[in-house]
């Protein structure tokens, strides 16, 4: 065999136990605890500033922007370069591709800043998430998205 077909062989014998509904809704629960915190951190100077009115930008404030933005970059960097988020390490889960390969950034962009975007913008959308429920390899619409999958870590 040679060398190709040896790396072949060994990537289509992979099993994995697919992360469920109820792991990663706790995962997730923990991410956003610590998105809130580091939220809380970097916004208090506002209270501060104008005696606490907010600062807007036509629709939006300086504060929901800012928060926004670490909320999005969190998941996306946390998952680009660990393979998982705080939460997912607390609860023994990774991210994967489809193909087993590395996470690319279109990949995650699509699942982390795309999909969760959908998810938090409109708010029927939030019972998409059932998904990971029901589907074989449990996953929601934005692992389907970014073609990942969220396994148990071994």
Known sequence: ??????EYASETT???RYAGFWMRLWAYLVDLIIVFSI???????FKFVDNGFDLEIGFWTITSIISSIVFYLYF?????????????????????????GPLSWSDLIFREVIGRFLHRVF?????????????NQKQGI?????????????
């Open 76 to 100: 996306l960097l946390t998952t680009k370069f660990f393979n998982q988020t705080l939460g997912k390490v607390i609860f023994g889960l990774r991210v994967i591709r489809e193909d087993h």
């Open 1 to 6: 065999m040679t060398e190709n077909q040896i």
């Open 123 to 135: 708010p029927i959308t939030i019972l998409l998430y059932a998904f990971v429920a029901f589907t």
């Open 14 to 16: 992979i099993h994995h």
């Open 142 to 154: 934005h692992d389907m998205i970014g073609n990942t999958r969220v396994v148990l870590d071994r």
């Open 39 to 45: 939220n809380g951190i970097l916004l208090i100077p």
